[in-house]
């Protein structure tokens, strides 16, 4: 099979996660190649509009005439289902989540709604329109709270608001990149992130930032975070956290793989803030080593991926072969 597939990577894109896109998209074509598939990287401009982006797109998927499309496309346009109604409506398979299931994971309000629906705990929040002219009246709420913007990635236009005189920065901040903005109360406890590969938990990670808080620079600054692979949690502490991110990602209807993130709360409560359809993917990402603890590394896990999505909605246990 792979001797003759033909897989082409989509990264970049019309979104502010288009650099990181691009690292995860190399990566990914790489990895496939080294697996011994014709792949092939598609970078996006970022310069287009969503549609032109989208026709731009298109016509390049009709040239390539793909066996599958492997989605390394993060942020707007690549994780919030028009790249993945666009592959649905000229016939071609593709990696991960379905339209629907994207859209839910990119809307932070639509998606907070799902796992409240299905019993899962998230933090205390509103949400507010970007036109609101003066911040709402938070009677009874603690400080800090966090200020994102309901539809972006990787701690865009995100601010940790430690008084009441930090709110309107904040909200303006956010309002720079959606219409609908979230506040919520700050959780205390520690940053895990549990991962999802063909419907089963993967080992947790435990985000440790030298700073406050784990915001876009300590995302992306080499140094600023530390990763613990496997958490170092009591079994029934990881338990809970892989149990809330397996029923988070399946309150999305989401497929292949995800990544939620969420605090362990000093109570000892998993507290699911999102979950990311389309994670960094990055032979340093987080769902790469979480899949390594189980003996799957980088380029089989992105070979296991096109796998799936051209076994359709089939999924192969990433255990089969361990």
Partial sequence: MSSAANVLVLMGG???EH???LKSGQGITDALTRRGWRA?????????????????????????????????LHGPF???????ALC????????????AASRLG???????????????????????TAALRRPPALTGWRYPLIVKPSNQGSSIGVSKVTQPSE????????????????????????????????????????????????????????GLTEYRVPAELPPAQASAVQDAGLRAHQALGCRHFSRADMILSQAGTPVVLEVNTIPGFTPTSLL???AACIGIGYDELCERIVLMALAGNRSLSPLEKH
């Avoid at 401009?45 to 499309?69: D, K, S």
């Avoid at 409506?89 to 379905?98: D, F, I, K």
């Avoid at 019993?119 to 949400?127: D, E, H, K, N």
């Fill in 40 to 72: 092939t990287a598609l970078a996006i401009p970022q310069t287009l509009g969503v549609e032109e982006a989208a026709g731009w797109t298109e016509q390049a998927l009709h040239r390539a005439n793909p066996e599958v499309a492997f989605v390394a």
């Fill in 288 to 290: 790469p080593k979480a």
């Fill in 14 to 16: 019309p979104s502010p």
């Fill in 88 to 99: 649905e409506r000229l016939h071609v398979p593709y990696t991960g989540s379905q339209t």
């Fill in 19 to 21: 650099a990181v896109s």
């Fill in 106 to 128: 990119m809307d932070k309000v639509a998606s907070r709604e799902r796992f409240i629906a299905a019993g899962i705990t998230v933090p205390r929040w509103l949400s507010v």
């Fill in 78 to 84: 690549g994780e919030d289902g028009t790249i993945q």
């Fill in 167 to 222: 709110l309107e920065p904040a909200l303006a901040a956010a309002a720079q990149y959606s219409t609908t903005l979230l506040i919520e109360e700050f959780v205390q406890g520690r940053e895990v992130t549990a991962g999802v590969l063909a419907e089963r938990a993967l080992p947790v990670v435990e985000i440790v930032p030298k700073g406050s808080w784990f915001d876009f620079k300590a995302k992306y600054t080499q």
